[in-house]
């Protein structure tokens, strides 16, 4: 995964906001703007949507959309 790539929810693995389990049901998709470092070894991501809302999530919960 790269910053500015385009992504969709594939699933959730935390307790998140109705308005982003809304835009994960509706296949969504948004860009990676940045990396975030979690608590393990892990790296998630923060995905900006065309709402101009932003969210992170962890890596293997978004999926990189090829158009």
Known sequence: MEIGQ???ICRL???VSAE????AQ?????IIKSF???DG???GVFVEFPDATT???FEDEVQVVNN
Not at 26 to 30: E, I, P
Request: proline content about 0%.
């Open 41 to 43: 070894s892990g790296v």
């Open 36 to 38: 975030k470092m979690t």
């Open 13 to 15: 693995k935390e307790k």
């Open 6 to 8: 385009k992504v969709k």
């Open 26 to 30: 509706k296949g969504q998709q948004g």
């Open 55 to 57: 969210n992170w999530f």
């Open 20 to 23: 982003v389990i809304e835009k």
